[in-house]
């Protein structure tokens, strides 16, 4: 009878999750739909799965020459060829958009430069750059040039990247930097005794000073390129159903619980790419920078994202540390 009654609610929550998930509404497609991306270089990392792919699709669409910088190259061809076909032969036949595959190890500081290199050689502008990859809560481990993980990835070489396309996008002004990080930088601090975690490791704590590193990042990006015409803005994109948590050890038993629930309560990737989309296309951000933005709408930041005293410092030990100053 026991056992009776616990299917029946299991099976009854299902439902009304289900309904929930059918009946609620989809987030606006591509915020930035109506905006045309024709003649537009767009650079988007992490670009061959998850969020970075739904923002390449939906870019290629708008007409972007969309550079997809990937640390699997044989991993982003299939997603390009994918989203070439997904998008159809008559979009495709309306030409315009293209999408460009690079190599791009954001653990590896010498594949950053080698990345920068080709792009300023073979790259006449970049109108948008789409600070995209991450790692998430992963085991303690190094980058290759000594950083723990998430740090290293998360933001140093994405500072590494920014800082080197930095004339290229400065010369193709009026451009944008768009920068991802999360609503967990909440639970994040710069401690600058121990950036490198070599004392203590957690990786949800660390995971979470990575995204409180980016949006201090682009705050003091954002100071130093007023009057360039380079905006830099960043962003939460929600919780959103992709691999980025595969990391995350969830007991069996409760697997099909949590898959039920990020079902119904999880953004799809493309309803999480919203926001990045917008800040990469769309007329109503133009000239908005030093900006921090969840479900295209600009939203409030803790004191701790807004210490422009700990961003600088974060910036000088962090030229330090990619090697851009000795």
């Known amino acids: 009878m026991a056992a009776a009654v616990a299917a029946a609610a ?3 929550g299902g439902l009304l999750l289900a309904a929930w998930r059918w009946l609620r509404p989809a987030a606006r497609p591509g915020a930035g739909s109506g905006a045309s991306m024709r003649g537009k270089t767009v650079i988007i990392t992490g670009a061959n799965s998850g969020l970075g792919r739904a923002v390449a699709a939906e870019l290629l669409r708008m007409k972007a020459r969309v550079i997809m910088g990937c640390r699997d190259r044989a991993r982003a061809e299939r997603a390009a060829s994918e989203i070439r076909a997904e998008l159809g032969e008559r979009e495709a036949a309306e030409g315009g958009g293209e999408l460009v595959v690079r190599q791009l190890d954001l653990a590896s500081l010498s594949s950053v430069r080698d990345f920068c290199r080709q792009v300023l050689q073979e790259e006449p502008r970049l109108d948008v750059l789409i600070n995209n ?4 809560q992963c085991p ?5 040039d000594g950083f723990e993980m998430q740090f290293g ?6 500072f590494l990247l920014t800082n080197l396309l930095l004339g290229l996008l400065k010369n193709s002004a009026p451009s944008r930097i768009v920068v991802v990080s999360s609503k967990l930088y909440k639970y994040g601090e710069i401690n600058f005794e121990d950036l490198n975690s070599e004392i203590s490791y957690n990786k949800s704590f660390c995971y979470s000073r990575s995204k409180l590193a980016n949006i201090l990042f682009a705050r003091e990006l954002a100071r130093r390129l007023e009057g360039t015409g380079v905006t830099v803005n960043s962003l939460h994109p929600g919780i959103v159903r992709t691999n980025l948590g595969r990391h995350v050890n969830i007991p069996l038993l409760a697997k099909p619980l949590f898959n039920l629930v990020s079902w119904a309560f999880f953004k799809t990737p493309l309803e999480g790419a919203q926001t990045s989309i917008y800040l990469a296309s769309s007329p109503e951000v133009e000239g908005v920078s030093g900006k921090y933005f969840g479900d295209c709408k600009e939203e409030e930041l803790l004191p701790k994202a807004m210490d422009d005293l700990v961003a600088r410092k974060l910036w000088d030990i962090s030229e330090v540390m990619v ?3 000795k």
Do not use: P
């Open 153 to 158: 990835v998360n933001h140093l070489g994405h």
């Open 10 to 12: 299991v099976l009854g």
């Open 323 to 325: 090697g851009l100053l």
């Open 140 to 144: 303690y481990m190094k980058t290759e």
């Open 133 to 136: 990859a991450g790692i998430f």
